[in-house]
Structures are given as structure tokens and as C-alpha cells.
């Protein structure tokens, strides 16, 4: 007699034999932390159930460890999908619907379209679901209810690991997979960095490089020749598995590369986190962040270029500092030079004469549009060269002498008593001030007892409180002076520090200009001006000299005494 006898229809037909595949999913990302979620709990309860159901045969288990639920775009998912197209598989048997997937729109587009079409048998264990046996069950409410909930559960879940790691970023700590490029994640604390001592050369190669002269271009030559090996690369050659790079060829160096590397922030010591996001939780792609609001923590781990060459650098990378087609080298004034009038740059040109070789400044302008643009603004580069050595060398003695005078001024004994004489101006000031806002507060009284019209009080009104206002700005500042006497110019000046390094120096050299000078305008008719860096610091340092300028010139008038004397 046929097992089938006295079965409803629907459980006559569970007589068909299914081959199932058995899909698992973990992901910690979705905070699954539960045993009862472990790949060995889901395996055991999901063969349980194949021993329990014998129309269901086991073809084979895919297991996706580590992957979110956000999306389908997990290998073995995709590997199952293949098997079912290839009619192998035809009944797929989860834990929970959660397993399956957690979001919304896409597992429900799984379940209640892209199966039946495909006559798949869908089974959710735990949520007591049958595509085939309840098909009731997918379409009924709960299961959009679940699905939702799912949905919802990893929007929140989402939501905190965001929050934990920009508190984690907030704080310096570093939450990367991978260190930079030049560094190591500390073995005693991965939240920090520490000097990859191999790496970290070239990345002090490339920045010596550019600040020489180099081009970025000219960089990446240079590594690849030198078979350096790039980041991607040197990260598996440490064992270092980086599955966002390519593993079929080997990756070489390139402009982009190397811009990357001169534009990072991190070797300067700041921790330079949140550069890219994830669009949402459902849309696992990536999207760059605007700088302002990237989180830089500054300090936090040991730096491998100094901020001065760093920020050199940034300057250069902002200039034009192309080479040449016919020169095919760059010009010491590359980036720098530009025309007086229209400020754009000018172009290196070369004239190759069989008893004569020369080259020559023009304007940029002028060359792409002639006279309507522009002038030529013509002038051989030996020329600009002179006249840029010779004022540089003008301000190294400016800077020489300012130095010495303050040092001067810093040692003198005579400080004191200038500090005395401002001390009397300021108690003189207050004095000042407290006798016109007096004056303020009595005009009211005499204004409602009839002693002054409306007129009269206004006027004096406005008169009292002009004087009280200068008094404030001349005592704000004669306290900036007594403040300058009493700690001297403490804080090394960088207009002084940065030109008395080149006292020795014999030659006009690429490191001087790029150090030194803003820029260079050239004029009509040869007239050269150089604008250097630094004014602010020397206006400072200027002014702490004439503030002190009296204690200088007593000291040298009594030295000039001492030897009339002898």
C-alpha cells in the first residue's frame, strides 16, 4: 500500500525528494554574539532538521563567516545562487529569516519572487516558514513583519558601531585594518602606530625628492626602477592580506600613488581618520569625505617628515612646476616666477645659437595669446637669478643684525628700568580712564536734572566715551610692551631662524627659493621683485626692537663713552 494513501494533497506532494542546500551566515558586524548564533549552533539545528525530514537531501552546506546581512554580496551565497540556476540545488533551508539576509527589499524580492520563479522551496526553521508546504507563510503578514524587524535591528546595530568608532576616532585611537604606509600597528596596542623603519625611508625619500626638484612623475620613475616596492605589495611581501588589491599582477607606482603620499597628513605625527564612508548600511560602497570634516586628532603617534618640510611641500604641490618639453629639466625658479602684471607664470623658453646658448623668461599670457593678453615681460634667467641671490643675501644680513639686537636687548640690565617708565605710563592711563568714566556717569544725573539738554549730553556722551575707548587700545598696547620687555622675544622668530641659516651661503640654490620666497614678479622693462616669506615674523621682530629701541641705543652710547674715555 502507497505511504501516499489518506495525505492531503499538499502533503502527497512532500513525497517529491528536495536537494537542499543548508545556508549559514555570522557576522559580528550585525552583532551577532550569541552562541546560539555560532556557525556550529545553526549547522547542528539545521541537520536536526534534514534528519527529521526524509524529502529533504543534503547536496551541500554554504557557510558565509564574517559577512553582513546588509547585503547579498557574499561568496557563498553567490556560490549556492550558481548551484540553484544549475538545478543542483532546489530547496534552500535557513536557521532564521535573519540568517538569510536582514534587508528588507532585497531578501523579500528572495523570497516571494526570485525563488518561485525558479521553483526553489524556501525554508526558515525557527520562524516556522515553508514556501512549499505553507506557502501561506510567505505571504502573510509576519514575514514582511520579520523582515522589517530585521531591517530595523541592523539599521540600529549600524547606527552604534558607527557612534563606538567616532568616539574611538574622537580619541585618537587608530581603527584601520591596515596601518599607513610607513607605520606598524603597535603588537601591544593596535589602536596606535609605531616607525615601519623600512618604509618609512621612502616616504622620506619621496619628500627629499620633490623638495630637490623632483616631480612626482620623476618619483615613481625612481621607485619603480629601484624596485621599491608600493604599498599594496609591500603589505602581502610582510604577510599582510589585503583583498582590496589586485593579486594577479604586481602594482606599480604613479603620480596618484605618490600625491597621496605627499599630501598625507599622517607622517606628520596627526592621526587623519573617516577619509571615506559607507554610503548606508544597505549600500556597501564608499564614498570620500570633504577635509573639514575628516577627524584629525594631532600627536598621536611619532612623525617621520617635520611639519616644516610637510607644509613646504603642500606649497610646491600648489604651484606649476612643470618641466619643459625642450628644457627637460626643472627650473630653480619653477612654481615661483610670474609676470608683474597679470600674475600668471612664466615660461622658461631656450635659444641654441651655434656660438651662443641662452634662456629667457616670457609670460605665459603672452604666449598663448599674444600682445592682446599680454606683454612679452622678456628677461634672461641669469639675469632673475642675480638680482634673487642679491636681495636674498640682503635680508640674511637684515636678518643677521636683527638677531644681534635683540639678543642685545635680551641680555641688557637696562630692562628693567624701561619696564619701570611703562609701568608709570600705564598707572598714568588708568588714571585717565577712570577720571572720563566719571565724567560718563555723571552726565546722566545732570542730564534728568535739567543741568544739560539733549543736545549737550549727547555730544558729551559721545565725547567720553571716544576718549575712554582710544585710553583702552593705549593701554592694551603699552601692557604688550611691558609683557615683550619683561619674556624678551622668547619664541624663536621664523623670519630670523630661517634666513641666518643661509649666512654661509655661496650660491643661490632650489632649497633657498622654495624656503624663502613667496614669489618672484617680473615687469615690463626688467624691473624684479622678490616677495618673501616670513613678513609677519618680521614685522614682530621689528617691532620688539623699537619698542626697546631706547635700552639699545643708551647701552651703545655708553660703550662709545667708555672707549672716548680710554
Not at 353 to 373: I, M
Request: hydrophobic share 35%; net charge neutral.
Amino acid at each position: 500500500m502507497s505511504f501516499c494513501v489518506n495525505l492531503t494533497q499538499n502533503q502527497q506532494s512532500s513525497c517529491k525528494k528536495w536537494n537542499a542546500g543548508l545556508y549559514i551566515r555570522l557576522s559580528r558586524e550585525d552583532g551577532d554574539k550569541l552562541e546560539s548564533e555560532s556557525v556550529t549552533s545553526q549547522r547542528d539545528l539545521l541537520h536536526d532538521f534534514l534528519s527529521r525530514n526524509p524529502d529533504l537531501n543534503l547536496y551541500d552546506l554554504y557557510i558565509d563567516d564574517g559577512y553582513t546581512g546588509t547585503n547579498f554580496d557574499r561568496p557563498n551565497f553567490i556560490r549556492m545562487f550558481e548551484d540553484i540556476k544549475s538545478n543542483k540545488v532546489d530547496c534552500v533551508i535557513v536557521k532564521d529569516l535573519s540568517r538569510f539576509g536582514r534587508n528588507y527589499i532585497d531578501t523579500g524580492n528572495y523570497i516571494e519572487i526570485i525563488f518561485p520563479m525558479l521553483k526553489v522551496r524556501f525554508i526558515a526553521v525557527n520562524d516556522s516558514i515553508d514556501s512549499y508546504l505553507k506557502p501561506e507563510s510567505i505571504n502573510n503578514v509576519n514575514l514582511a513583519l520579520r523582515n522589517l524587524m530585521n531591517d530595523d535591528y541592523c539599521r540600529d546595530t549600524s547606527m552604534k558601531i558607527r557612534s563606538a568608532l567616532t568616539v574611538r576616532r574622537e580619541n585618537g585611537k587608530y581603527i584601520g585594518s591596515f596601518a599607513c604606509y610607513g607605520y606598524l600597528k603597535d603588537p601591544e596596542d593596535h589602536h596606535k602606530l609605531i616607525i615601519d623603519e623600512v618604509a618609512s625611508e621612502n616616504v622620506k625619500t619621496a619628500y627629499r625628492m620633490f623638495l630637490n626638484g623632483g616631480t612626482l612623475r620623476g618619483i615613481a620613475v625612481y621607485f619603480n626602477d629601484n624596485n621599491i616596492l608600493t604599498p599594496s605589495e609591500y603589505k602581502r611581501s610582510i604577510g599582510l592580506n589585503d583583498r582590496h588589491y589586485s593579486t594577479h599582477e604586481k602594482a606599480m607606482w604613479d603620480t596618484i600613488a605618490i600625491r597621496r603620499m605627499l599630501t598625507n597628513e599622517m607622517y606628520i605625527g596627526n592621526m587623519v581618520q573617516k577619509q571615506m564612508e559607507i554610503v548606508s548600511y544597505k549600500v556597501n560602497k564608499c564614498r570620500r569625505i570633504d577635509k573639514d570634516k575628516r577627524i584629525i586628532v594631532k600627536g598621536t603617534h611619532e612623525p617621520i617628515i617635520s611639519e616644516e618640510d610637510f607644509y613646504k611641500v603642500q606649497d610646491l604641490l600648489k604651484r606649476d612646476t612643470r618641466i619643459s618639453t625642450t628644457v627637460r629639466q626643472l627650473d630653480i625658479f619653477s612654481g615661483f616666477c610670474k609676470c608683474g602684471d597679470c600674475k600668471r607664470g612664466m615660461n622658461k623658453k631656450h635659444i641654441h645659437q651655434p656660438y651662443k646658448e641662452y634662456y629667457y623668461y616670457v609670460c605665459s599670457t603672452f604666449k598663448k595669446g599674444g600682445h592682446n593678453a599680454c606683454t612679452k615681460h622678456s628677461i634672461q634667467t641669469n639675469v632673475v637669478k642675480d638680482v634673487v641671490f642679491e636681495v636674498l643675501k640682503q635680508y640674511v644680513n637684515v636678518a643677521l643684525t636683527m638677531n644681534n639686537i635683540i639678543d642685545f636687548i635680551n641680555q641688557s640690565k637696562e630692562r628693567n628700568s624701561q619696564t619701570d617708565k611703562f609701568e608709570k605710563q600705564l598707572s598714568a592711563k588708568h588714571k585717565e580712564r577712570d577720571k572720563a568714566s566719571k565724567m560718563l556717569v555723571d552726565l546722566y544725573p545732570d542730564f534728568k536734572n535739567g543741568l544739560l539738554n539733549q543736545d549737550t549730553y549727547l555730544m558729551f556722551k559721545a565725547k567720553y566715551e571716544r576718549e575712554i575707548l582710544s585710553i583702552n587700545e593705549q593701554i592694551a598696547e603699552i601692557e604688550n610692551r611691558i609683557e615683550q620687555i619683561k619674556t624678551g622675544l622668547t619664541q624663536e622668530n621664523r623670519f630670523i631662524s630661517n634666513f641666518v641659516k643661509y649666512q654661509n651661503i655661496t650660491e643661490l640654490t632650489r632649497d633657498m627659493v622654495v624656503e624663502l620666497i613667496n614669489n618672484i614678479y617680473i615687469y615690463e622693462g626688467g624691473r624684479i621683485e622678490v616677495e618673501v616669506k616670513f613678513r609677519d615674523e618680521y614685522e614682530t621682530a621689528l617691532e620688539y626692537i623699537e619698542i626697546n629701541r631706547q635700552i639699545y641705543v643708551a647701552e651703545q652710547q655708553f660703550k662709545h663713552a667708555q672707549v672716548a674715555v680710554v
